[in-house]
């Protein structure tokens, strides 16, 4: 795998929380929520996938369990947009400063909301994204809102 600069930046962020919070790098890709698990061998719920979304100009951070869908109707709501829409690529790397499919849900580049979803909480680990598409964090949900500064919320599409 070797040296990746966006898996470097997760890790020295992590540092700092002494929480003993360590990416896994992976052989197998891990971008999708259904590759991760695959990989893992894990639930497609434990998998937190960061989607960005964009109501008008306001943009928010949605770390959502992988098998849920997310609403618009509640996005909107957070955001206080018309119209909800996932983020095109280029601009989840300028907001986030990470691609698309190895969003990590954590220092990002821009100050945006981070929205964790609540049904993650059913987990002891979730494991999210840790800026590249072969990398992914075991982090406890409570841990993730601490790293994160995200608050909970139900924003499973009902």
């Known amino acids: 795998m070797g040296d990746n600069p966006a898996l470097d930046r997760a890790k020295k962020f992590l540092e700092k929380y002494d929480l ?4 896994v790098e992976h052989e197998k890709t891990t971008k999708t929520s259904a590759e991760a698990a695959e990989t893992l061998n894990v639930e497609l719920g434990q998998i937190a996938k960061s989607i960005l979304f964009r109501c008008g100009d306001s ?3 949605f770390v959502a369990a992988g098998d849920i869908k997310i609403s618009d109707k ?4 957070l955001l206080g947009g018309k119209k909800a829409k996932i983020a095109k690529p280029e601009e989840v790397e300028k907001i986030t ?3 698309v499919g190895g969003v990590c849900p954590f220092d990002i580049e821009a100050t945006v909301p981070i929205f964790l979803d609540r049904s993650m909480q059913r987990f002891d680990v979730v494991y999210t994204s840790a800026g590249t ?3 992914l964090l075991p982090i406890t949900p ?3 809102k601490k790293v ?3 608050s ?3 924003m499973e599409k009902q």
Do not use: R
């Not at 003993?20 to 990416?23: I, K, T």
């Not at 509640?74 to 709501?77: C, L, Q």
């Open 20 to 23: 003993n919070l360590v990416p």
């Open 59 to 61: 943009y928010g951070l």
């Open 74 to 77: 509640k996005v909107k709501a």
């Open 97 to 99: 400063g990470y691609p």
């Open 133 to 135: 598409s072969h990398s």
């Open 142 to 144: 409570d841990q993730l």
């Open 148 to 150: 994160t500064g995200g």
């Open 152 to 154: 909970f919320v139900d």
